[in-house]
T-cell receptor
Framework: DADVTQTPRNRITKTGKRIMLECSQT?????MYWYRQDPGLGLRLIYY???????NKGEISDGYSVSRQAQAKFSLSLESAIPNQTALYFC??????????FGSGTRLTVV | DAKTTQPPSMDCAEGRAANLPCNHSTISGNEYVYWYRQIHSQGPQYIIHGLKNNETNEMASLIITEDRKSSTLILPHATLRDTAVYYCIAFYGGSQGNLIFGKGTKLSVKP
């Protein structure tokens, strides 16, 4: 099993729909992250969590919310999806001494 | 976190060493230099990191100048599978640090 698992891998949804992207990790780290990547651009931080009770907004949190259900689970929600949220989404976990491990990504298309 | 500057693209012949430069002239004393790479649209992969001393692992070597204002990632014998976008990040974890990705260097390894 992968160290960081993201589901779904691909999703097409309609404008205005609520959608949840899920992430689970088996690395045992407290810190988890959600990033977004648009074509030809680097990754941008959406939300991060340093432990179950500590959740913080990143660079581009508007239109997104998160839930840290357990140390191993960190979900990203789009309350009302819009087309410019079409992107590749990555979850990550880690610690600076060991590097960060990323999931394989969720490709989301909002039509 | 310090800003880093990388060339947008580089080419390397297969079997030769690939030397990827990074400038981080505003790096602070407690910030590490991290390197990640992203192959196509996969999740970024951790390569190596260092603070002051040169570092080597099974994937690459990291050379940091004495003044820490620049560094070079060396892939000793590049293969076609090393074709990817390489990200140099100056980062201090601590209690609030997060990885901030720029646009990186697109390395093309050619036969």
């Amino acid at each position: 099993d992968a160290d960081v698992t993201q589901t779904p891998r691909n999703r097409i949804t309609k404008t205005g729909k609520r959608i949840m992207l899920e992430c689970s990790q088996t690395k045992g780290h407290d810190r988890m992250y959600w990033y977004r990547q648009d074509p030809g651009l680097g990754l941008r931080l959406i939300y991060y969590s340093f432990d179950v009770k500590d959740i913080n907004k990143g660079e581009i949190s508007d239109g997104y919310s998160v839930s840290r259900q357990a140390q191993a689970k960190f979900s990203l929600s789009l309350e009302s999806a819009i087309p410019n949220q079409t992107a590749l989404y990555f979850c990550a976990t880690g610690w600076e001494d060991s590097g960060y491990t990323f999931g394989s990504g969720t490709r989301l298309t909002v039509v | 976190d310090a800003k880093t500057t990388q060339p947008p693209s580089m080419d390397c012949a297969e079997g030769r060493a690939a030397n990827l430069p990074c400038n981080h002239s505003t790096i602070s004393g407690n910030e590490y230099v991290y390197w990640y790479r992203q192959i196509h649209s996969q999740g970024p992969q951790y390569i190596i990191h260092g603070l002051k001393n040169n570092e080597t692992n099974e994937m690459a070597s990291l050379i940091i100048t004495e003044d820490r204002k620049s560094s070079t990632l060396i892939l000793p014998h590049a293969t076609l599978r090393d074709t990817a976008v390489y990200y140099c990040i100056a980062f201090y974890g601590g209690s609030q640090g997060n990885l901030i990705f720029g646009k990186g260097t697109k390395l093309s390894v050619k036969p």
